[in-house]
């Protein structure tokens, strides 16, 4: 298949991707104002590419607003980046937080700075959303993402939850959406390439070698080998949950043994 075709087919599927989580979870409504984290890997630079391309043409109108923090890594450079925003004539801001000093004192040598890098951007961009005017906040996670948050939750928690498509924050105050949840990882790679992104390398995470994230992709990886279209399987497992089947006492009343009503059955246990 031609360069061209195969970039404008995979544009196509990814967008319809898009819109159809957009539509099954009414992530954006009218007059939204929303923050788009962008770290500078593929996933959220696609994140953005398209919801601005739903931008131009949704019917309704919302706002977009790029937002990258610079956590003071080493050797970080987020020229690039912002060179790009600028060329491509998006709205805008840079955060400079050294969070990086805080997650190297804070974590312990040989456990992983994930968790901990993770909860402070996020609440960076809690505050920034608040100071732009940003009713929502859209990152870029996807459907491997969701998965492999899964099968970690099984895992290392004991807990069965993964990654919602909208999720409101403890105090109510912020709303966070993923849009490209229905998208698979190796499309947004693909994609990420042929658009020649600006890739920023993550040099914090990227350098812990052991991380059972990797594991457990490499691990659905292989499993996929042997069974195909399984990670879409997996997907379409957290949006088919038979309460009835599982062990969660809080689901039933303990006199009458019946299915409490709406009782929430995932706890949100992310990294």
């Known amino acids: 298949m031609p360069l061209r075709t195969r970039n404008d087919q995979l544009e196509r599927q990814l967008s319809q991707s898009v819109g159809q ?9 009218h007059g939204d104002r929303i923050l788009v984290g962008v770290s500078g890997g593929k996933d959220s630079y696609t994140l953005l590419h398209l919801l601005e391309r739903a931008r131009r043409i949704a019917p309704i109108p919302f706002e977009l607003v790029a ?10 450079d987020g020229t690039p980046l912002e060179e790009w925003l600028e060329e491509k004539g998006h709205a805008h801001r840079i955060v400079r937080e050294d969070t990086y000093s805080i997650v190297t004192d804070r974590v312990s040598p040989g ?3 994930c968790a901990l890098c993770s909860r402070l951007r996020r609440g960076i961009l809690y505050r920034v959303a608040k100071e732009l005017g940003c009713n929502k906040i859209a990152l870029g996670h996807h459907r491997d993402d969701a998965i492999e948050t899964l099968m970690l939750n099984l895992m290392f928690t004991g807990s069965l939850g993964a990654m919602p498509p909208k999720l409101v924050s403890n105090d109510g105050a912020h709303v966070v959406i993923r849009p490209l949840l229905y998208a698979a ?41 042997r069974v195909p279209h399984m990670r879409q399987s997996m997907l379409a497992a957290l949006s088919n949950v038979r309460t009835s089947h599982l062990m969660d006492a809080s689901l039933w009343d303990s006199e009458l043994g019946k299915k409490a009503h709406r009782r929430p059955l995932l706890r949100v246990i992310e990294d």
């Open 21 to 29: 989580c957009i539509g099954d979870y009414d992530l954006i409504t």
């Open 67 to 76: 937002v990258h923090v610079d956590q003071g890594h080493p050797g970080y």
């Open 111 to 113: 456990d992983t700075y």
């Open 185 to 225: 990882e190796s499309d947004i790679a693909e994609f990420a390439e042929a658009q020649r992104f600006p890739i920023l390398p993550c040099d914090l995470c990227g350098s812990q070698e052991n991380l059972w994230r990797k594991q457990v992709k490499q691990l659905l990886t292989d499993l996929e080998g």
